[in-house]
Every structure is written in structure tokens, then in C-alpha cells.
């Protein structure tokens, strides 16, 4: 196992022993059981499917709950497993937040004792796949214009409608479906694999995200039990929460990516020789490599402190947008600099650094664009709202 990992400002001392073992047990993890894997399966654009219910069997879906055989940590021990799986690639943090913060957080705050009972124990388990689908074809920043409907009909709902880039959509066997109702409020409907009506196709040909699926799904009077409607999902607030401890996720999962590329950048750099002398002993190749170190330390200090102000149940969306936001830009541009030193060497496989790059022009899209991020804070902080209308 790697001895150490880059922490300059001493964030160990500011971890307690369960969150330092809960980082190593996924540490350890991923350099014996998941490195192997990744760059054949990164080539071959698929997913290691047998790491599902083993990620379930190591506590790393939703780990900050308690109940249905969640692991009971802290925030900060979630953040610490996020880091560790994103080290390896994006696409394994992307299926822990997928499965865990978006599908059991969903099922978990807005479903019934039974429902609970139902889905539950097999998602945390990981024995059954789940899949958030919020996003559709025409409405992906703003979800709130949703057109997918699910109208009642006696003991059933009769969906009708389509989703665009679900992580998971075509395996999954619970699908947390967002549709607004006859009262065009929004609520959450459980599809389950084989509903009569639901169609799924991968979407193929993608450069980043590739050790993931991503699905599109189409709903054709689709037809779900009517206790599958989630009770105390109502209005676009609910799968937004759930966004928010996704977005927690990636504010420390990415700082596992941008560490994994500092980290290789500088070994290459001390190796590299060009004109007579390692690369490393350049002005311009040092001011890259203390940028790195910087916005790491910062990125660190900044998902510390909002997963402390989770734990205290203080803190505000607009809080998680600032650090979703700003880690994510901050790993995407370590990725870039980092591919930068390693000259023609950083687009090869070889090094993990393009896989990284490319994997961090999804994150920062996805659970909120950067800009919608920064609108975001921006009516925060002015109460004035500048996305549209
Ligand atoms: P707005 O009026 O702001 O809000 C509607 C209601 O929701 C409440 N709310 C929140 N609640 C909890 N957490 C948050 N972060 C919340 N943000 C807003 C709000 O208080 C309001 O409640 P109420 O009771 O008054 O109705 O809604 P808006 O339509 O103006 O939109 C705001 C905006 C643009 C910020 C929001 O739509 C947004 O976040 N858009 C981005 C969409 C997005 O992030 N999609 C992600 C899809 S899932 C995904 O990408 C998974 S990838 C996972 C992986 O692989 O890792
Ligand atoms: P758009 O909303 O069309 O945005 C395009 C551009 O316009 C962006 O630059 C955006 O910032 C900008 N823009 C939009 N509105 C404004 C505005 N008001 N002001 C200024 N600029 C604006 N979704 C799910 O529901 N579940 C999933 O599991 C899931 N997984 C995903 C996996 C992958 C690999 C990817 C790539 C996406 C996934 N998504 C998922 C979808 C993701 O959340 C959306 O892609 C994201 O919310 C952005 O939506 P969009 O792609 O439609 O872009």
C-alpha cells in the first residue's frame, strides 16, 4: 500500500481513527482489488461489474446513514472513501454516489418503513444496481421543466417520457425515477428492471466516464405499482437534497484524482531529463507543481470543513456548490498541468493522468454544471436570480 499521500497542511492530525481506517480499507482496496482492472476495462469502455457488490460488501454506498446495513461513519469518512475510489478513476466514485448518495439517499429520506424494508438492504449490499434518473434530453440544468409524467391510474402510475445520461439506467434493478405528477408536482416513482413500457440503450462513443455506464431511457405507458411513488418525495427540493450529498461526494472524491496526477507529474518530473538536468529543476515546471500542491491543500481544507459543517447539520446548498465548484475545476486543471509535464508521455495509458483529464470533463458538468454552480452562489449571495426566465 502507498505510505503516504500528499498533505501538507497536516489534515491527518484532523481526522479521527475511524475515518483514517475507513480511507485505508478503501485505499486498500483499490490497490489490491481495482488497479488491475482499470486501465483494460478504461479501454474496453466497461464497467468491472463484480466490484459492485463488493463496494457493497466494504460499507462504501452511503456510508454516513446508519440504518439497513449502512456503515454508520461520519461525513468525513465518506468524503475520505470518495477521495480514495476517485484516485483510481471517476467512474468508481461515479458508481458509490450514483448507488449511494442518489438512489438509497433517495429511498432512504423520502420512502415508506416498507419501502425501506424492500429496496434497501439489496442496494446497500449492492446486490441490486440502482440508478438516479433526473436528467432528460431537453432538460438538464434546469430539471425543473421535466416533461416525463406519471399519471395515476387506480393502483398504478402510467409513466410516459425519457431520460438522458443515467449512470447504471440499463443494469439497474431500482431505477429512482423523477416525473411530475397529474398536479405537475414533481415526486419520485421506483421502476423496477423488467416494468412493462421502459426501454434503455448505453450511450456509446464517449472520451471521459468510460469505465461507466451511462444510459438513456424512454417510458412508454410504462406501468409501476402505485406503492412504488416515493410518499415523502414532493416538489423539485427532493432530488435536489439528494444532489447535495452527491456533490459533497465529489468535493472530496476529486481531490483523489488531482493528488493521483500531482503524484505522477512529480515522479516524472524528477526522472525526466532535458537539457542535462531533470525537468523537475525548471522554474516552470516547479510553478506548475506548487500550483498543484496549493489548490490541493486549499481543496482539502475546503472539503474538510464542509463535511465538519455536515456532521453539525449546518451547512447550505450553496456551501456544497462553492466546494462542488471549486474542487472540481481545481482536479480538471491539476489533470491538465499534469499532462503538461509529462509532454507526449501524458496521452498515453500508460499514465493515468488523460484517463483522469478526460474523466474530469464530466465531473464538472454533471451534478451541476461549474457555471450553474457559480449561479448558484451568485443568488446566494445577492439574492437576485440569474438563471433565466
Ligand atoms: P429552485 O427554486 O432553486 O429550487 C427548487 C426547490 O428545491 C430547493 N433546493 C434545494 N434543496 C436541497 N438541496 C439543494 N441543493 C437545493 N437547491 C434548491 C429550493 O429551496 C426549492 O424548494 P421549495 O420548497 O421552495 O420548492 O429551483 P430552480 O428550478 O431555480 O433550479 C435551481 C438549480 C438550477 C440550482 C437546480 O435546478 C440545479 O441544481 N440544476 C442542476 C441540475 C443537476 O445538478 N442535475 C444533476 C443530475 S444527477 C447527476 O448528474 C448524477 S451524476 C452522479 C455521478 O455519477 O456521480
Ligand atoms: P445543459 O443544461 O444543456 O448545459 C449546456 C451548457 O449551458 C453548460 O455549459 C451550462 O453551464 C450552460 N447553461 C445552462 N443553463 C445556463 C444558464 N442559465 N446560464 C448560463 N449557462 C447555462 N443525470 C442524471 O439524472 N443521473 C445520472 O446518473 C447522470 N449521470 C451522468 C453521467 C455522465 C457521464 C454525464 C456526462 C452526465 C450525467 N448526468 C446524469 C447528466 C448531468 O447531470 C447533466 O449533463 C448536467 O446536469 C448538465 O446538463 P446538460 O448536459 O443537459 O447541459
Known amino acids: 500500500m502507498t505510505p503516504t499521500s500528499l498533505d501538507y497542511y497536516g489534515i491527518e492530525e484532523l481526522l479521527t481513527s475511524d475515518e483514517r481506517a475507513a480511507r485505508d480499507r478503501a485505499r486498500r482496496f483499490v490497490e489490491e482489488e481495482v488497479m488491475r482492472e482499470i486501465v483494460p476495462h478504461h479501454r474496453a469502455g466497461k464497467f468491472p461489474e463484480h466490484l459492485t457488490g463488493r463496494m457493497g460488501s466494504l460499507g462504501f454506498y452511503a456510508p ?28 468508481l466514485r461515479s458508481l458509490a454516489s450514483v448507488q449511494g448518495a442518489l438512489t438509497i439517499q ?45 399519471r395515476r391510474d387506480g393502483d398504478q402510475y402510467v409513466l410516459n417520457g425519457s ?60 406501468r409501476i405499482p402505485a406503492e412504488n411513488r416515493l410518499p415523502q418525495a414532493s416538489g423539485l427540493s427532493a432530488p435536489l437534497s439528494c444532489l447535495a450529498q452527491a456533490r459533497a461526494g465529489i ?22 531529463e532535458q537539457f542535462g538536468r531533470p525537468i523537475a529543476g525548471f522554474q516552470l515546471v516547479q510553478e506548475k507543481l506548487v500550483w498543484m500542491v496549493q489548490e490541493i491543500t486549499k481543496a482539502q481544507l475546503l472539503a474538510l470543513r464542509l463535511t ?15 466546494a462542488k465548484r471549486n474542487n472540481a475545476w481545481m482536479a480538471l486543471e491539476c489533470a491538465r498541468k499534469a499532462r503538461d509535464i509529462l509532454g507526449a508521455a501524458g496521452i498515453s495509458d500508460r499514465y493515468p493522468v488523460i484517463r483522469h483529464l478526460m474523466n474530469l470533463e464530466t465531473v464538472y458538468t454533471y451534478e451541476g454544471t461549474h457555471d450553474i454552480h457559480t449561479l448558484a452562489i451568485g443568488r446566494d449571495i445577492t439574492g437576485l436570480d440569474a438563471f433565466g426566465g
Open 251 to 272: 468535493a472530496w472524491g476529486v481531490i483523489g484524482a488531482a493528488i493521483d496526477c500531482y503524484e505522477t507529474a512529480l515522479a516524472y518530473a524528477k526522472a525526466r
Open 308 to 322: 465538519r459543517m455536515m456532521e453539525a447539520d449546518a451547512v447550505t446548498p450553496a456551501q456544497i456548490s462553492l
Open 106 to 150: 433517495a429511498i432512504h429520506s423520502f420512502g415508506s418503513p416498507e419501502q425501506h424494508t424492500r429496496w434497501l438492504p439489496g442496494l446497500v449490499s449492492g446486490e441490486q444496481v440502482g440508478c438516479f434518473a433526473l436528467t432528460e434530453h431537453r432538460h438538464g440544468s434546469d430539471p425543473g421543466g421535466m416533461e416525463t409524467r406519471a
Open 163 to 222: 431520460k438522458c445520461w443515467i449512470g447504471n439506467a440499463s443494469i439497474a434493478d431500482v431505477k429512482v425515477v423523477w416525473a411530475k405528477d397529474d398536479e405537475g408536482r414533481v415526486g419520485g416513482f421506483i421502476v423496477e428492471k423488467d416494468a412493462p413500457g421502459f426501454r434503455t440503450q448505453d450511450i456509446e462513443g464517449k472520451f471521459s466516464l468510460r469505465m461507466s455506464r451511462t444510459s438513456e431511457c424512454w417510458f412508454e405507458n410504462c
Open 64 to 91: 454516513y446513514l446508519k440504518e439497513h446495513g449502512c456503515a454508520g461513519l461520519s461525513y468525513t469518512a465518506y468524503g475520505l472513501i470518495m477521495q480514495e475510489l476517485e484516485r483510481a478513476d471517476s467512474g
